[in-house]
């Protein structure tokens, strides 16, 4: 039988067997002397290590820059980098950015326009105007 | 349930083996407190430190104590070097990297695999010669367990598909670009450069520069155009993928420059490797489901025929079906610039196939393609592979797979 096979790579589908989270890394930088960073300051005192608890696949950096306003950075598995500023937050509203972005997958926003999203074919198959019931013009 | 060990059946007659480094060392010490799978390391228990095992409660076992002190060391004339001129980090520095941690807990793995060896699988023999502290014993394993895997599931499930459509569905689960794949979707960064003071968790290999020649062991030699590389030479002679020239070995690229999905696809065979020694094979068929086997892929795309219809009449004739036929359902425009041609492919009464195509032989040949693989990609209901039963006593449990009578011959 000449036959030749052809060589593709089978697709990831996250989920289907195991999960891989798509934040890789969180950045915390914040700033000692600055207003707008006593939320994000009190956070990393107190919050930061269970929220590193709770997410251990997370890698966390926390680092200071002096004279700048505090922000959160997500980096993620598919290369890209979402950046949060938590200027004047208190430490509640700094924990919701930071599960915001370890939550997101760090794709682009999309406008999603079909209810379902699938790699397998349709059941019922695309209709065909050559099979069943013929239409007689 | 009661095993039956191979290895204790005639241990006492033979001459005492040379101590063997085992393959990872970090094996042993952790086997003292956890319940071995693997029987070679269970019987070097029984023989050697049977009287050494003591009771440890395991909240308060560290592993990683239990493993420091039987970290590998480099030779003397590398160890006092500064960390800047070491090929690859020490082993002792994975635990403090957030990386490594990150990794471990990402891929969901328990935590009494060690970092150390997680680290060691990230570290490619072009950075880092020493057998001792690269990961090119652990590919080899886990690259021949990965080929076992993929090749089971295949054979099993699909016993009809012809041979080389196997070589393109194995490439498709653990081929060189699905594995580098794999490695960047769990989120492994590389190293600009391996080093001894760069983060364990990152991927360590040389780094080939562009314009630069692949290495030698890299390219392979290819067979001359006018030799015929028959199925069966492939079979034998050459990879799980049937590709041209046989698989090299990964030492041999010590020190030279490599590309990225090479390093990426050594250190995914190298952590399948490294689970299997640290954690045993049910947790490495587990990991495989996963990660690999879960993975989409569309059989029917694989198929590249030639000549379907000659295949389809060869095939009837030999599983004693009526010759088939070609008959035209439908058609629309047959005088316009586009017309379409809905034909099925009979054998008696029996439509075997059907396809569309703007001319009657395109359709035809569509329809007898569809055919074909509408008998190739034939799915038995109950199926048990063969590394189900392993470490099993009770050979009930085995149901004999289906065994097709092979492709067919034209």
Known sequence: MPLAGIRTVAKAQNGVGAFILQCRRLDFHYCDWAGSSRGMNAFIRSSLSNFAKANPQIEIRVSPRPHNHPTIVGHYINGRQVELDVRNLDKAGIREKAWFLRNTSGEKEKRTTKPVTSLNESVRGIWSPFHGARIKI | ?410
């Not at chain 2, 592993?63 to 980090?89: F, G, I, K, N, Q």
């Not at chain 2, 328990?110 to 010669?129: G, K, N």
């Not at chain 2, 991927?203 to 028959?230: H, I, M, Y």
Request: hydrophobic letters at 35%; aromatic letters at 6%.
């Open chain 2, 1 to 410: 349930m009661k095993r039956i060990r191979l290895s204790r059946c005639g241990a006492q007659l033979l001459a005492p083996s040379p101590p063997r480094r085992p393959l990872c060392p970090f094996a042993p010490s952790l086997q003292r407190t956890i319940t071995p799978h693997n029987h070679r390391i269970q019987s070097r228990l029984q023989s050697t430190a049977a009287g050494t095992v003591t009771e440890i409660d395991l909240d308060d076992f560290d592993v990683a104590e239990a493993v420091a002190d039987e970290l590998p060391t480099r030779p003397d004339s590398v160890r006092h070097r500064p960390r800047e001129l070491l090929p690859s980090p020490e082993p002792r520095l994975a635990k403090q990297s957030a990386k490594l941690a990150a990794l471990r807990s990402r891929l969901s793995l328990p935590p009494r695999f060690p970092l150390e060896t997680l680290a060691r699988t990230l570290v490619h023999p072009s950075a880092d010669p020493d057998p001792a502290f690269n990961n090119g014993s652990l590919s080899i394993l886990g690259a021949n367990l990965l080929g076992y895997y993929t090749t089971e599931h295949l054979t099993c499930n699909y016993p009809r598909l012809p041979m080389t459509v196997i070589f393109a569905a194995q490439y498709a689960y653990i081929g060189p670009k699905a594995l580098a794949t794999i490695a960047s979707e769990w989120g492994i960064e590389a190293a600009a450069e391996p080093g001894g003071e760069v983060d364990p968790g990152l991927l360590q290999f040389k780094r080939l520069r562009s314009g630069q020649d692949l290495p030698e062991p890299l390219k392979g030699k290819k067979a001359p155009r006018k030799w015929n590389v028959t199925t069966t030479n492939r079979i034998l002679k050459s990879d799980e993928f049937g590709s041209q020239h046989a698989g090299h070995d990964p030492q041999a690229l010590q020190r030279q420059p490599i590309p990225m999905e090479e390093a990426a696809q050594s250190f995914v065979q190298a952590l399948v490797g490294s689970l299997h020694l640290h954690l045993g094979s049910p947790l490495v068929k587990r990991f495989y489901r996963d990660h690999f086997l879960s993975r989409h892929l569309e059989m029917d795309k694989l198929f590249d025929f030639r000549t379907p219809t000659r295949d389809l009449s060869k095939l009837c004739a030999r599983e004693g079906f009526e010759a088939p036929v070609a008959r035209l359902i439908s058609e629309t425009g047959r005088h316009t610039n586009h017309p379409v041609f809905v034909v099925g492919v009979y054998s008696g009464k029996d439509k075997l196939g059907e396809g569309a195509g703007s001319s009657l032989d395109e359709a035809r040949t569509r329809a007898a393609a569809a055919a074909m693989k509408g008998w190739c990609l034939y799915r038995p209901l109950e199926v048990t592979v063969p590394s189900s039963t392993e470490g099993e006593v009770d050979p009930t449990k085995w149901k004999p797979n289906m065994i097709d009578c092979g492709e067919v011959i034209v």
